[in-house]
């Protein structure tokens, strides 16, 4: 499956954007999919992952109430709507695709085999 980040821009603190991930492939419902990102000089870290049928999502504690997951199967979409943006959430977020079972929730890197290109979010404060 080939993914296709967008939707990031410059957002003053307390914002919001909404980030669009575009999956091609006939095969997009056999995968969880997961949004993480990546701030200059830190490690990739994990957002918000969603389950295949989108009946099961998980935030990471430092996006909890601010950020949503979401899918749209028929469109081979996931979201990810960021609300209450904060100067720390400033990184390039990428949308992944996970072939790994769910449960358990993967939140870990290893556990996605596709990834997209990266999509810039940047926070004024």
């Known amino acids: 499956v080939q993914l296709q980040a967008s939707g990031g821009g410059l957002v003053q603190a307390g914002g919001s954007l909404r980030l669009s991930c575009a999956a091609s492939?006939?095969?997009?419902?056999?995968?969880?999919m997961g949004w993480f990102r990546q701030a200059p000089g830190k490690e990739r870290e994990f957002v918000a992952a969603i389950s295949r049928s989108a009946g099961q999502s998980y935030h990471a504690e430092s996006v909890k109430g601010r950020f949503t997951i979401s899918r749209d199967t028929a469109k081979n979409m996931v979201y990810l709507q960021m609300n209450s943006l904060k100067y720390e959430d400033t990184a390039v977020y990428y949308c992944a695709a996970a072939s790994t079972p769910w449960p358990p929730v993967p939140t870990y890197l290893s556990g996605y085999s596709y990834w997209g290109q990266g999509t810039q979010v940047t926070v004024s404060s």
């Open positions: 492939g006939r095969t997009f419902s056999s995968y969880a």
